[in-house]
């Protein structure tokens, strides 16, 4: 097994499911991202999971994650159902997993032991949920000031004390882990991978935010080649999911050649192949 590519839903959010497939075979990516938080399509929009899974199939593609359950760590009886209903979804799909975003936002008002004590109550509650339909949790530390879990480290720590290695992966961000500093690289337990470029240099990493993020690019801000060069040297064999989140980019009217352009980029300098 190698690392192989995949795009999130990000990438044309507004595009159709039809063109968002067309999309992806043209760039050659082999997987998909589908997201649960997009108005007006996949999941929002109440079309099946199966309908959804035998469309990609029927074009060669899989679903890499469903993205996202957000503020599981902050678990209450309507987190519960939001969890069994993206669960499910996920299983439908026939996806290995889904991602899991912490609180992440600056007016939280909880103090360190408060944000280590509820994140291990929120992934002890949601791993029997995971374990019955046969999905991974991939938890996705966030870097941004104001989020309740920002390094890889936490996670670790986290899910080893819930012992629920049989149901958690992390998911590990180029731009993350670029934010927030983190140096702690944890291969073995690494279950999904997304990259990003940013261009903008007129912000310190902390401050800068989810719109600034684009395609990577040679030379960009994140250092995305390092960075997955040492996933990939340290063992990592999953996918590795192209996640932008800039408008601008989202609608270029050039997207397939700039998307093709980047993960040309990428393949030929970590090896990634297509």
């Known amino acids: 097994m190698t690392m192989r590519f995949a795009m999130n839903r990000t990438c044309a959010p507004q595009a159709s499911l039809a ?17 649960n938080d997009i108005e007006g399509q996949e999941f929002a929009n109440g079309v099946a ?24 760590n902050d678990w209450s009886p309507e987190r519960e159902a939001e969890a ?36 291990r109550d929120g992934l002890r509650r949601l791993r029997p949920i995971l ?12 870097g941004m000031t104001g989020s309740t879990m920002t390094r890889q480290a936490m996670a670790v720590a986290a899910v080893t004390d819930v012992d ?15 934010r927030c500093g983190d140096r ?26 989810e719109p600034d993020r684009g395609f990577v690019f040679d030379g960009d801000r994140v250092g ?18 192209m996640e932008p989140f800039s408008p601008a980019t989202q609608q270029d009217p050039q997207i397939r050649a700039r998307l093709r352009e980047s993960l040309d980029l990428v393949g030929e300098a970590v090896g990634i192949d297509r």
């Open 19 to 35: 063109d968002f497939i067309g999309l992806a075979c043209d760039v050659g990516v082999g997987a998909v991202e589908i997201r």
């Open 49 to 72: 999971a199966t309908e959804v899974r035998q469309r990609l199939s029927d074009a060669g593609l899989v679903v890499a994650s469903v993205n996202a359950l957000q503020r599981f």
């Open 84 to 119: 069994v209903s993206l669960v499910r979804y996920a299983a439908a799909l026939g996806a290995p997993g889904l991602v899991l975003c912490p609180v992440h936002n600056p007016d939280h008002g909880w103090n360190e032991q408060q944000a280590e004590t509820n994140l």
């Open 131 to 142: 374990l019955d339909h046969g999905v991974t949790g991939y938890v996705e530390p966030l």
């Open 164 to 178: 629920g290695w049989d149901a958690y992966k992390l998911c590990y961000d180029t731009f993350q882990f670029f």
């Open 184 to 209: 702690e690289l944890f291969p073995e337990r690494i279950g999904l991978a997304h990259m990003s470029g940013i261009a903008r240099a007129d912000l310190a990493p902390q401050a800068l935010s």
């Open 224 to 241: 995305n080649i390092a960075q997955l060069g040492a996933l990939k040297a340290a063992g990592y064999t999953g996918f590795v999911s």
